[in-house]
């Protein structure tokens, strides 16, 4: 594990797979011993915490931040109160040292990452001929109109495998 993980994105439009390949890269990576992270970016309000919980109530009364902590895990939520979403960046540093930082999400980050696509996806429109960042595609159907890599979405060791050359993370034994 580096201070500086290394970090590589799944970007998409809704409905893409982009979820279903995070998941399963992630099993596959922590299978093959590695300790991964996620940051996922989400296009809408969302909320972690249930009404009527304390941790909830502390945020209504007004608190900044509420630190959950129990003993397997715990969460801090942090209230923007309208400041501005954090950065890319700022989020990134809040991660914990770990071997790789995949991302859902953030398809305009200038960060090494592979499209995903489903026929059954809201928009249809490809990512990867305006992004240079994108390096290869994984889709459910062919994919004819591209220089780059492409991979059946569901072969996660293929895609794994491409994940760990793109971003010279080391080979675990």
């Given at each position: 594990m580096t201070?500086?993980?290394?970090?590589?994105?799944?970007?998409?439009?809704?409905?893409?797979g982009k979820t279903g390949l995070?998941?399963?890269?992630?099993?596959?990576?922590?299978?093959?011993?590695?300790?991964?992270?996620?940051?996922?970016?989400?296009?809408?309000?969302?909320?972690?915490?249930?009404v009527g919980a304390d941790s909830f109530r502390h945020r209504q009364a007004g608190a900044h931040e509420v630190a959950i902590v129990s003993g397997t895990r715990f969460a801090i939520m942090h209230e923007l109160r309208g400041a501005p979403e954090p950065s890319f960046e700022e989020i990134l540093s809040r991660?914990?040292?770990?071997?790789?930082?995949?991302?859902?999400g953030y398809k305009r980050e200038p960060v090494p990452k592979i499209e995903a696509?489903?026929?059954?996806?809201?928009?249809?429109?490809?990512l990867a001929p305006t992004d240079p960042w994108i390096k290869a595609i994984a889709a459910d159907?062919?994919?004819?109109?591209?220089?780059?890599?492409?991979?059946?979405?569901?072969?996660?060791?293929?895609?794994?495998?491409?994940i760990i050359a793109v971003t010279g993370l080391p080979q675990h034994t």
């Open positions: 201070d500086k993980p290394r970090i590589f994105g799944i970007a998409g439009w809704k409905n893409s995070a998941v399963r890269l992630v099993e596959e990576f922590t299978r093959r011993g590695y300790r991964i992270s996620t940051i996922k970016h989400a296009h809408h309000d969302f909320d972690i915490d249930k991660i914990a040292p770990c071997d790789l930082v995949l991302i859902e696509r489903r026929l059954e996806a809201n928009k249809r429109e490809p159907h062919g994919v004819t109109e591209t220089d780059l890599p492409v991979f059946d979405l569901d072969d996660t060791a293929a895609i794994a495998d491409f």
